[in-house]
Each structure stands twice: as structure tokens, then as C-alpha cells.
């Protein structure tokens, strides 16, 4: 009976992962062309391309996650079975596609929304996955954080806590206390100073340090964990779960900032003990991440801070 519920459960993952790849089928033959995606929004203004955009390089990211996911489980059964080859193919074509993405839509350059840092963070992930993709994953929060400076210095559409639509359409505003109000906390930067302090993004680093000390000294940098009450809310989003470490110190060096952000996995079995993680299915975690709007758990990425010490 359990190896039934099992056999049904990996087909109902498989029938979402054709879903969402017959979606992206009908975006992957674009993302060659410059500005063909963010054209074919046939945007009112500019907030519609960057929310479309964003929505679009987080669901590629997803599904080649979850197609690293299959192929990791096919490999250990046959690396060089047909099908095992197969999803080998698409996990690769999906990782240039999303560059391709990037690359011909610079829009993706500039998040509106701070919780714009899920669709990054999946994305970022999906490329750390690959080392032949770092240096593009370099280049890609390089500039970046390189434009966001810039947005804050000439008071542009600079990373923001608004959510509505209509708020996001009159951002930014010149009343006094408004930049304060709308950055007073964020995922985004602590997540993309991770990023550089894990594979030696020097420079991006020290851009966020530049940031946090130039223009955002009153904003909580944060990031989320896991806890004891999470596996029965993460999966429907029941109620509130987790916890927080708040006033991440991006201005410290960078091996002291990891130990202070991993401190509290390494303390932790909360996350260990979530059945998505049990059972061997941890994109379920990024999935519900990104329909709940919820930050990704850092525990994806110690296998990165193993590999720097």
C-alpha cells in the first residue's frame, strides 16, 4: 500500500512538471531575442514588464530545479539510460534559456519588488548548481546590484516592501519618510550578500555593503528559518511559521557574516525534519515557497558553505 502512495505521489509530480513545461514551451523559442519577452507583455507601463518578468524567470527556475531534481534520482538508477540523458537535456536547455532570459530582458536586472529575491533566489540556486554557470550568476548580480545602487542614487524604481499594483505604479514618491516607510526590511540583499560571500562575488558583496551603509542604514536585513510549527503550515500556509534573524550585518567580513547566518542550520533540525526533506522531495519547499511568497530556507545553500571552509 505505501509503495503504491508512493508510485501515485512521483506521478502527480511528474503530471505538474509536463504542465509546467508545456508552458514554457510556448516562452523558451523567444528568449533568444532581444526584448521579445518583455515585449510580448504589451505592457501599460513598466511595472507590468518587470512583475511579468519576474514571474516568468521564477517559474523557469522552478521547473529546472525540479527537472535537476528527476535527473539526480534517474542518475543514480542509470546515468546513461535514454530517459536519464533525456531530462539531462532539458535541465541544460533550461539553464541557458534562463540566461538568455537575463540576458535579452535587462529588466531582470532591476527587481521593483523586494520579494522579487524568491524568484532570484530560485534562480541564482539553479545556476550555483552548475559551475559552469557561476560566472554567469556572477555577472548577473553584478550588475544588479550595480543598477540598484544607482536607482537609489538618482531616487529611481528602486527595491521596495509595496505589494499592490497601484502602489507599485506610483513608486517612488518625493513626500518625506516615504524611502524609509517602503525599505524598512528585506530578503533581497542578505540573500544575494550569501550568494557572493559563498562563491566569492567579492565585489558584489562589498556593492551590498555599500548599499546598506549609503542608503539603507535604517532598513532590517533579514532572513528566514524554518521552525518547529513549519511542517504543518509550510504546505498550505495555515498560519504564521519560523522564525527570523534580523539586523544581518552585511558590514562585517564575509566568513563572519556566513557563520552568523548558518549558525542557526547547523543549531536546527527544524528544517531536517520537514517531510518534503524526509521523503527526498525538496522542491515541494521551493514550490511552496514561491505560491506562499514565503523566503527560501538557507538550508538549501550549506552545501555551498561546506564547500568554502
Same mark, same amino acid.
Given at each position: 500500500?505505501?509503495?503504491?502512495?508512493?508510485?501515485?505521489?512521483?506521478?502527480?509530480?511528474?503530471?505538474?512538471?509536463?504542465?509546467?513545461?508545456?508552458?514554457?514551451?510556448?516562452?523558451?523559442?523567444?528568449?533568444?531575442?532581444?526584448?521579445?519577452?518583455?515585449?510580448?507583455?504589451?505592457?501599460?507601463?513598466?511595472?507590468?514588464?518587470?512583475?511579468?518578468?519576474?514571474?516568468?524567470?521564477?517559474?523557469?527556475?522552478?521547473?529546472?530545479?525540479?527537472?535537476?531534481?528527476?535527473?539526480?534520482?534517474?542518475?543514480?538508477?542509470?546515468?546513461?539510460?535514454?530517459?536519464?540523458?533525456?531530462?539531462?537535456?532539458?535541465?541544460?536547455?533550461?539553464?541557458?534559456?534562463?540566461?538568455?532570459?537575463?540576458?535579452?530582458?535587462?529588466?531582470?536586472?532591476?527587481?521593483?519588488?523586494?520579494?522579487?529575491?524568491?524568484?532570484?533566489?530560485?534562480?541564482?540556486?539553479?545556476?550555483?548548481?552548475?559551475?559552469?554557470?557561476?560566472?554567469?550568476? @556572477?555577472?548577473?548580480?553584478?550588475?544588479?546590484?550595480?543598477?540598484?545602487?544607482?536607482?537609489?542614487?538618482?531616487?529611481? +524604481?528602486?527595491?521596495?516592501?509595496?505589494?499592490?499594483?497601484?502602489?507599485?505604479?506610483?513608486?517612488?514618491?518625493?513626500?518625506?519618510?516615504?524611502?524609509?516607510?517602503?525599505?524598512?526590511?528585506?530578503?533581497?540583499?542578505?540573500?544575494?550578500?550569501?550568494?557572493?560571500?559563498?562563491?566569492?562575488?567579492?565585489?558584489?558583496?562589498?556593492?551590498?555593503?555599500?548599499?546598506?551603509?549609503?542608503?539603507?542604514? @535604517?532598513?532590517?536585513?533579514?532572513?528566514?528559518?524554518?521552525?518547529?510549527?513549519?511542517?504543518?503550515?509550510?504546505?498550505?500556509?495555515?498560519?504564521?511559521?519560523?522564525?527570523?534573524?534580523?539586523?544581518?550585518?552585511?558590514?562585517?567580513?564575509?566568513?563572519?557574516?556566513?557563520?552568523?547566518?548558518?549558525?542557526? +542550520?547547523?543549531?536546527?533540525?527544524?528544517?531536517?525534519?520537514?517531510?518534503?526533506?524526509?521523503?527526498?522531495?525538496?522542491?515541494?519547499?521551493?514550490?511552496? +515557497?514561491? @505560491?506562499?511568497?514565503?523566503?527560501?530556507?538557507? @538550508?538549501?545553500?550549506?552545501?555551498?558553505?561546506?564547500?568554502?571552509?
Amino acid at each position: 500500500m505505501l509503495g503504491y502512495a508512493r508510485s501515485l505521489f512521483i506521478n502527480i509530480i511528474l503530471l505538474k512538471m509536463q504542465i509546467g513545461n508545456a508552458f514554457l514551451e510556448k516562452i523558451l523559442p523567444h528568449v533568444d531575442k532581444l526584448y521579445a519577452i518583455s515585449n510580448a507583455v504589451s505592457p501599460s507601463s513598466s511595472v507590468d514588464v518587470n512583475l511579468k518578468l519576474f514571474d516568468i524567470l521564477g517559474r523557469l527556475a522552478l521547473e529546472g530545479l525540479w527537472l535537476y531534481w528527476y535527473y539526480t534520482r534517474l542518475e543514480a538508477i542509470d546515468k546513461d539510460h535514454k530517459v536519464t540523458q533525456e531530462i539531462l537535456q532539458k535541465m541544460q536547455r533550461y539553464r541557458v534559456s534562463l540566461k538568455q532570459l537575463i540576458t535579452n530582458n535587462p529588466i531582470l536586472f532591476s527587481p521593483y519588488k523586494d520579494e522579487q529575491a524568491i524568484d532570484i533566489n530560485l534562480s541564482a540556486f539553479f545556476f550555483a548548481l552548475d559551475l559552469t554557470s557561476h560566472d554567469d550568476l @556572477h555577472r548577473w548580480l553584478q550588475f544588479m546590484v550595480e543598477h540598484i545602487h544607482f536607482l537609489f542614487y538618482t531616487d529611481s +524604481c528602486y527595491p521596495c516592501n509595496l505589494h499592490t499594483y497601484h502602489e507599485l505604479l506610483d513608486h517612488p514618491r518625493s513626500t518625506e519618510g516615504y524611502k524609509e516607510e517602503v525599505t524598512k526590511g528585506s530578503i533581497l540583499y542578505p540573500m544575494i550578500a550569501t550568494y557572493a560571500a559563498l562563491l566569492g562575488f567579492d565585489d558584489v558583496y562589498e556593492e551590498i555593503q555599500k548599499i546598506k551603509s549609503k542608503f539603507l542604514e @535604517h532598513c532590517n536585513f533579514q532572513i528566514w528559518y524554518p521552525d518547529e510549527t513549519s511542517e504543518r503550515h509550510f504546505y498550505k500556509y495555515s498560519d504564521n511559521h519560523g522564525g527570523t534573524l534580523s539586523h544581518v550585518g552585511v558590514d562585517q567580513p564575509q566568513d563572519i557574516f556566513l557563520e552568523e547566518i548558518f549558525k542557526e +542550520c547547523y543549531e536546527s533540525e527544524h528544517f531536517n525534519q520537514l517531510s518534503a526533506i524526509q521523503y527526498q522531495t525538496w522542491p515541494i519547499i521551493l514550490t511552496a +515557497c514561491r @505560491h506562499y511568497s514565503f523566503p527560501i530556507p538557507l @538550508h538549501f545553500l550549506s552545501g555551498f558553505r561546506a564547500d568554502t571552509k
